[in-house]
């Protein structure tokens, strides 16, 4: 039987996985590492962390952040939960304090720390900072954006989900579509613009927004993409919608497949698909037409 891989890290002391972590900054390696430290919380790690964050060297700084963005500490052996959320508090006014920062990297790891860590003092921040001028910044704040309700927040999110990048675009529309379950008819507009943006993952999160929602104009648009080639974006908006008027091309599709594709994540989206609207009434039909 083939080993698995074993974790290293978990036997590297904590100076050797910030060495790991600086020496391979925004790597797998160093990200690997980040993610051992923050799974060993103690009081002397937060010290640790503090110190990190008063940092001249923004690596320092940035990386003291990220490790306190997700510090936790671990159960009992035995216990089915997953790890305790450690110092919670202090951290969140590490990362307050980050948002603030004159080294723009620094910022970026305060932003995605209070998406992990949300706090309402960081809101009024994050919204400026929707219109800041760098991609990757507007990215970490549209991010963040899931965890933020309110006003404020979702009128940042539809600023986003029309930003220049599509990356940008991508994690708006998603945020705005299916974490946030705010449904206005300015919501709606925003979904249907990107239902036909360059970008194919920001029409598939459109997509799943407006079905969410049930927004019923979107059967037809749906028909016309359940063919042999279609997504999962296509198979959980038709599972969301349970319309009976889905059937006929759920199941058609279902008969083309190969023994061999009849398995697999896609395969079981496609059949609780087709379970959820075979389980809708004859009259679902007619109002759906």
Same mark, same amino acid.
């Not at 074993?6 to 797998?28: E, I, K, M, V, Y």
């Not at 929707?130 to 990757?136: P, T």
């Given at each position: 039987?083939?080993?698995?891989? +074993?974790?290293?890290?978990?036997?590297?002391?904590?100076?050797?996985?910030?060495? $790991?972590?600086?020496?391979?900054?925004?790597?797998? $390696?160093?990200?690997?590492?980040?993610?051992?430290?923050?799974?060993?919380?103690?009081?002397?790690?937060?010290?640790?962390?503090?110190?990190?964050?008063?940092?001249?060297?923004? !690596?320092?700084?940035?990386?003291?952040?990220?490790?306190?963005?997700?510090?936790? =500490?671990?159960?009992?052996?035995?216990?089915?939960?997953?790890?305790?959320? /450690?110092?919670?508090?202090?951290?969140?006014?590490?990362?307050?304090?980050?948002?603030?920062?004159?080294? %723009?990297? *620094? *910022?970026?790891?305060?932003?995605?720390?209070?998406?992990?860590?949300?706090?309402?003092?960081?809101?009024?921040?994050?919204?400026?900072?929707?219109?800041?001028?760098?991609?990757?910044?507007?990215?970490?704040?549209?991010?963040?954006?899931?965890?933020?309700?309110?006003?404020?927040?979702?009128?940042?999110?539809? +600023?986003?989900? *029309?930003?220049?990048?599509?990356?940008?675009?991508?994690?708006?529309?998603?945020?705005? %579509?299916?974490?946030?379950? *705010?449904?206005?008819?300015?919501?709606?507009?925003?979904?249907?613009?990107?239902?036909?943006?360059?970008?194919?993952?920001?029409? %598939?999160?459109?997509?799943?927004?407006?079905?969410?929602? +049930?927004?019923?104009?979107?059967?037809?648009?749906?028909?016309?993409?359940?063919?042999? #080639?279609? $997504?999962? /974006?296509?198979?959980?908006?038709?599972?969301?919608?349970?319309?009976? &008027?889905?059937?006929?091309?759920?199941?058609?599709?279902?008969? %083309?497949? =190969?023994?061999?594709? =009849?398995?697999?994540? !896609?395969?079981? +989206?496609?059949?609780?698909?087709?379970?959820?609207?075979? =389980?809708?009434?004859?009259? #679902?039909?007619? &109002?759906?037409?």
């Amino acid at each position: 039987m083939k080993r698995l891989a +074993r974790n290293r890290n978990r036997h590297r002391s904590r100076r050797q996985l910030l060495r $790991r972590a600086l020496r391979a900054w925004g790597t797998d $390696r160093g990200w690997k590492a980040i993610a051992a430290l923050q799974l060993s919380a103690s009081p002397s790690l937060l010290a640790l962390v503090h110190s990190l964050c008063a940092s001249p060297s923004w !690596w320092r700084r940035a990386l003291g952040l990220y490790v306190a963005s997700q510090l936790q =500490r671990p159960r009992p052996a035995g216990d089915a939960l997953g790890p305790v959320a /450690y110092a919670m508090e202090a951290t969140q006014a590490l990362l307050l304090a980050g948002l603030h920062d004159p080294h %723009g990297e *620094v *910022v970026c790891a305060a932003v995605s720390g209070l998406g992990h860590r949300p706090h309402p003092e960081a809101l009024a921040t994050l919204v400026d900072l929707a219109g800041h001028a760098d991609s990757g910044t507007r990215w970490d704040v549209a991010v963040a954006f899931s965890h933020y309700h309110g006003p404020a927040a979702i009128d940042a999110l539809m +600023r986003l989900a *029309v930003d220049a990048d599509p990356e940008v675009r991508d994690w708006a529309t998603f945020g705005l %579509g299916t974490q946030q379950t *705010v449904d206005t008819p300015q919501v709606r507009e925003v979904l249907w613009r990107n239902l036909n943006d360059d970008d194919e993952d920001v029409r %598939g999160e459109a997509l799943v927004g407006l079905a969410a929602r +049930r927004d019923l104009r979107v059967i037809d648009h749906l028909l016309a993409q359940l063919g042999s #080639d279609c $997504r999962v /974006y296509q198979l959980d908006s038709a599972e969301q919608l349970a319309s009976p &008027a889905l059937l006929p091309a759920l199941r058609a599709l279902e008969d %083309g497949l =190969r023994d061999s594709e =009849r398995e697999g994540y !896609w395969f079981g +989206r496609l059949r609780s698909a087709i379970d959820a609207c075979s =389980r809708a009434s004859p009259s #679902d039909a007619q &109002a759906d037409r």
